[in-house]
């Protein structure tokens, strides 16, 4: 299983940020993808956590895409309707707090439902 952290966006005619500074951005996104995959590969070996820096709504994928809520927010609805997303609070990736996202996770794993697009 994938799943994908978007944080920021650098293509397209919307390219929203995290902090403004893309080097911060890889940073901050790269630890939350870290400190996520150290907490899901204890419960679930075999996830992979990559940072998505390029995400483009034309081109659908099967992935679970962890979002960033301002990006989602920026984002006309009917271009992430073909994607499995889950928000997540813009101050979760800032701070690397992955409680949100495990627990989303593990609510969208047993089905029920999670704010998926």
Request: glycine residues 4%.
């Given at each position: 299983?994938?799943?994908?952290?978007?944080?920021?966006?650098?293509?397209?005619?919307?390219?929203?940020?995290?902090?403004?500074?893309?080097?911060?951005?890889?940073?901050?996104?790269?630890?939350?993808?870290?400190?996520?995959?150290?907490?899901?590969?204890?419960?679930?070996?075999?996830?992979?956590?990559?940072?998505?820096?390029?995400?483009?709504?034309?081109?659908?994928?099967?992935?679970?895409?962890?979002?960033?809520?301002?990006?989602?927010?920026?984002?006309?609805?009917?271009?992430?309707?073909?994607?499995?997303?889950?928000?997540?609070d813009?101050?979760?990736?800032?701070?690397?707090?992955?409680?949100?996202?495990?627990?989303?996770?593990?609510?969208?794993?047993?089905?029920k439902?999670?704010?998926?697009?």
């Amino acid at each position: 299983m994938n799943i994908k952290v978007v944080g920021d966006i650098r293509v397209g005619k919307i390219q929203p940020s995290l902090t403004g500074n893309p080097i911060v951005d890889d940073v901050l996104i790269q630890h939350f993808c870290d400190r996520l995959k150290e907490k899901l590969n204890s419960l679930q070996p075999s996830v992979d956590i990559i940072p998505d820096h390029f995400f483009d709504a034309t081109k659908p994928c099967a992935d679970i895409i962890l979002m960033d809520r301002r990006i989602i927010d920026d984002l006309p609805d009917e271009l992430l309707m073909n994607f499995k997303i889950i928000d997540i609070d813009h101050n979760d990736i800032l701070r690397g707090n992955i409680t949100e996202a495990v627990n989303a996770l593990k609510r969208y794993d047993s089905g029920k439902h999670v704010f998926a697009m």
